[in-house]
């Protein structure tokens, strides 16, 4: 990988599954849970990959051996939060977070988004796809000096990633395809997901 940068992945396993009625990551999908399906695809952008949950005992048997787990308190405070807590174990300078719920996503894509950080500007905290207005804050790239302005936001009682991200130096990541970032949050979701017409063309 020596053609992009260093990176660490941080995936998050930490949502409750409301709209779907049972938990995400381990709905299995071709034979593999969309867990390990993430972890796979960040294994092959990132050295280091972790998974932040509040229930290590639910997944560690379903992750790949090399991810390490960093267990989120109970009760779950929602995704910025668990991003702060990964931050504090990271070492490289460029962080990928990702949900466990991205089926469409492949590590190609990543690979090809983590070249184009040499472009970023110094005084850029992340590198974030928009989808209209709003950000896609959990498929993107975060320089690991963001974690000071986080652990200010958090102080002042918010927890808003879209909020955090309007007030800091973002650039914007454009996409190609936003199909990409499609997620399963519901049963008819996951349905779209299983017939969906390129799901079982492989790369080449």
Same mark, same amino acid.
């Given at each position: 990988?020596? !053609?992009?940068?260093?990176?660490?992945?941080?995936?998050?396993?930490?949502?409750?599954?409301?709209?779907?009625?049972?938990?995400?990551?381990?709905?299995?999908?071709?034979?593999?849970? %969309?867990? *390990? &399906?993430?972890?796979?695809?960040?294994?092959?952008?990132?050295?280091?990959?972790? #998974?932040?949950?509040? =229930?290590? *005992? /639910?997944?560690?048997? $379903?992750?790949?051996?090399?991810?390490?787990?960093?267990?989120?308190?109970?009760?779950?405070?929602?995704?910025?939060?668990?991003?702060?807590?990964?931050?504090? %174990? #990271?070492?490289?300078? =460029?962080?990928?977070?990702?949900?466990? !719920?991205? +089926?469409?996503?492949?590590?190609?894509?990543?690979?090809?988004?983590?070249?184009?950080?040499?472009? #970023? +500007?110094?005084?850029?905290?992340?590198?974030?796809?928009?989808?209209? &207005?709003?950000? *896609?804050?959990?498929?993107?790239?975060?320089?690991? /000096?963001?974690?000071?302005?986080?652990?200010?936001?958090?102080?002042?009682?918010?927890?808003? %990633?879209?909020?955090?991200?309007?007030?800091?130096? #973002?650039? *914007?990541?454009?996409? !190609?395809?936003?199909?990409?970032?499609? &997620?399963?949050?519901?049963?008819? !979701?996951?349905?779209?997901? $299983?017939?969906?017409?390129?799901? &079982? /063309?492989?790369?080449?």
């Amino acid at each position: 990988m020596s !053609d992009f940068p260093a990176l660490t992945a941080l995936i998050l396993a930490g949502g409750q599954s409301s709209r779907m009625g049972r938990d995400k990551a381990l709905l299995s999908f071709q034979g593999v849970s %969309f867990l *390990e &399906n993430t972890c796979l695809i960040a294994q092959d952008c990132a050295v280091q990959v972790s #998974v932040i949950t509040p =229930w290590p *005992e /639910r997944y560690e048997l $379903i992750i790949p051996q090399c991810c390490q787990i960093i267990k989120e308190p109970l009760p779950t405070r929602g995704p910025l939060l668990a991003f702060a807590l990964g931050l504090t %174990f #990271v070492s490289t300078d =460029w962080v990928l977070l990702l949900p466990c !719920d991205l +089926p469409l996503l492949r590590s190609s894509i990543i690979q090809e988004w983590s070249r184009l950080l040499a472009t #970023v +500007p110094e005084n850029a905290m992340a590198s974030v796809p928009r989808c209209g &207005n709003r950000w *896609e804050p959990l498929c993107a790239f975060y320089h690991r /000096r963001c974690l000071a302005s986080l652990q200010t936001y958090i102080k002042q009682g918010d927890t808003s %990633f879209q909020k955090w991200l309007n007030v800091a130096v #973002v650039e *914007e990541l454009i996409i !190609d395809n936003s199909e990409i970032l499609f &997620n399963c949050n519901t049963p008819e !979701d996951l349905e779209i997901i $299983i017939n969906y017409p390129d799901i &079982n /063309r492989e790369e080449t």
